[in-house]
């Protein structure tokens, strides 16, 4: 216990940049989840076939492998950024296939009938899927959305192993100084566990408020 109170501001270091990490990951993956719906539920084949492939692609691969890849790969080729905003940017592409599969799912229980009426009002594709199809759909998907949020939170410590000093690579740093592996890294999991205890209370109160009545 000793170890967690002499290097607190460490932790808190660490949790704070889990948690800009988390929340900025996040609000990528959501845009880049709408925009890949959007292409898989749309009238344009190739683009359909697009956002499938992406879809298929990110989700079969894992993100440790894009983080590597990104983080010492793209030097080599002239993309040079920051640790931290590489890494963001690579959880939020990889995340956002998932949330557009939760989209998808939300979209697709929306009864037919919702467009054909939004397309008989002269309303656009666009327009129909801003106003009346994601709206409804966004109400359905609102706890696998809080699922992946959390799990994107997880997520977030593997930036650790290319060299973002988030809350586990500060326990790793602590731990290393202290030798006091169990009180030290039971202390950082945690904080995830208050993190994601957060999120689903947060998710919980949101889906009963949301609730569409059946």
């Known amino acids: 216990m000793s170890a967690l109170l002499d290097h607190l501001p460490e932790f808190w270091q660490g949790l704070v940049v889990t948690l800009q990490m988390t ?13 890949i719906v959007a292409m898989r539920v749309g009238p344009v084949p190739v ?9 298929e692609t990110l989700q079969n691969l894992p993100l ?8 010492f790969g793209l030097p080599e080729i002239g993309l040079k950024a920051g640790l931290t905003t590489t890494a963001i940017v690579v959880i939020a ?13 939300g979209v697709n229980a929306i009864s037919s009938g919702q ?8 309303l656009t594709f666009g327009q129909s899927l801003r106003h009346v199809v ?19 939170t997880m997520n977030t410590s593997l930036a650790a192993a290319v060299g973002v ?6 326990a790793n740093r602590v731990n290393l100084l202290e030798a006091q592996p169990i009180p030290i ?7 995830y566990a208050a993190i994601a205890a957060c999120a689903g209370f947060v998710t919980g109160r949101l889906e009963r408020r949301l609730a569409v009545a059946r």
Do not use: D, H, K, M
């Open 23 to 35: 929340a900025a990951s996040f609000v990528g993956a959501a845009a880049v989840g709408l925009v």
């Open 47 to 55: 683009l359909r076939t697009v956002a499938t492939v992406y879809v």
């Open 64 to 71: 440790l492998v894009l983080l590597v890849l990104a983080v």
């Open 93 to 105: 592409l990889y995340e956002g296939a998932y949330i557009a599969e939760a989209l998808r799912s």
């Open 115 to 122: 467009g054909e009426a939004a397309r008989a009002l002269g």
């Open 134 to 152: 994601l709206p409804q759909a966004l109400r359905t998907v609102v706890q696998p959305i809080g699922n992946i949020f959390i799990a994107l």
């Open 165 to 170: 000093v988030e809350l586990t690579a500060a």
């Open 185 to 191: 890294f039971v202390g950082a999991g945690l904080a």
